[in-house]
């Protein structure tokens, strides 16, 4: 991979998801932001390209636990990182596989998540 980093965004909550994006933008990344996980499937199936997943876990229509098995299911070496502030007990609960996976608790400050995103990616 070379040039910026595409981040597939699914977050359920509006302000939180332009702060999150515009940040993201400021540190280089492009960002498509999808209002909740259905959003973000049907961004994919319809050809949208992106590098990672960037995922709330609790979100009306499909939850970022069903749209990672989804996104998966078709590329099982997809980077995820997983934002929530109802974390599960621990990254394992959330996949299986091995493709990398990090977990981030609510409230997300951009530093760690841009050091996160770059870690799943292989760009640490």
């Known amino acids: 991979m070379s040039g910026p980093l595409r981040v597939l965004m699914a977050e359920d909550e509006w302000l939180a998801a332009e702060i999150l994006a515009e940040g993201l933008e400021d540190a280089g990344f492009r960002v498509l932001t999808a209002a909740d996980g259905q959003a973000a499937l049907e961004l994919a199936a319809a050809g949208a390209e992106f590098d990672?997943?960037?995922?709330?876990?609790?979100?009306?229509?499909?939850?970022?636990?069903?749209?990672?098995?989804?996104?998966?299911?078709?590329?099982?070496?997809?980077?995820?990182?997983?934002?929530?502030?109802?974390?599960?007990?621990?990254?394992?609960?959330?996949?299986?596989?091995?493709?990398?996976?990090?977990?981030?608790t609510k409230p997300i400050e951009i530093a760690p998540l841009v050091a996160a995103l770059k870690a799943v990616a292989g760009r640490a």
Do not use: K
């Open 52 to 104: 990672l997943l960037l995922t709330d876990l609790r979100m009306p229509r499909l939850d970022g636990r069903e749209l990672i098995a989804r996104l998966r299911a078709e590329r099982p070496d997809l980077p995820v990182v997983v934002m929530t502030g109802y974390p599960p007990d621990g990254p394992d609960a959330l996949h299986e596989g091995r493709a990398p996976l990090r977990l981030l």
